[in-house]
């Protein structure tokens, strides 16, 4: 009952085909090359669709199709990907953290919900989770 989509179902066009009922082919984005890979995954179209992605509230006609905007504050991507310590602290003080502050950090006033602590704050994922049920069980 729950479709999961990255980014590319984020754009007005690939969300709202998955609005009306359409599958949509999303791209898989490599983390280690910082670009689209040729791959794509099948999104079908479900009773509740969480779409995620740093820039999803930057476009006002996607931000009138959810239904519940959520912005999740966490700490700074740590994950490894493959790349030196070198060019993470470049790539962070030359794009990420300008990026983050000019484009992210100032769309979390559209999020009907903030999350704070990320995945670690146990009381606001129940709470999502009983609405995300909710929803599904008046959808039936």
């Not at 984020?10 to 090359?33: E, H, M, N, Q």
Request: aromatic residues 6%.
């Amino acid at each position: 009952d729950i479709a999961t989509a990255s980014l590319c179902a984020a754009t007005a066009i690939g969300f709202g085909s998955l609005w009306l009922g359409k599958a949509i082919r999303c791209p898989v984005y490599s983390y280690a090359d910082h670009q689209r890979t040729s791959e794509t995954e099948l999104i079908r179209p479900s009773k509740v669709v969480i779409v995620e992605g740093i820039l999803i509230f930057q476009d006002p006609r996607l931000r009138e199709m959810l239904d519940i905007k959520i912005f999740v504050e966490t700490d700074a991507d740590v994950r490894d990907r493959g790349r030196t310590l070198e060019s993470v602290i470049t790539q962070y003080l030359t794009t990420v953290k300008p990026m983050h502050e000019q484009f992210v950090e100032p769309s979390r006033k559209y999020a009907d919900i903030i999350v704070l602590e990320g995945g670690h704050n146990l009381v606001a994922l129940d709470m999502i989770m009983q609405r995300i049920a909710s929803h599904i069980a008046s959808a039936d």
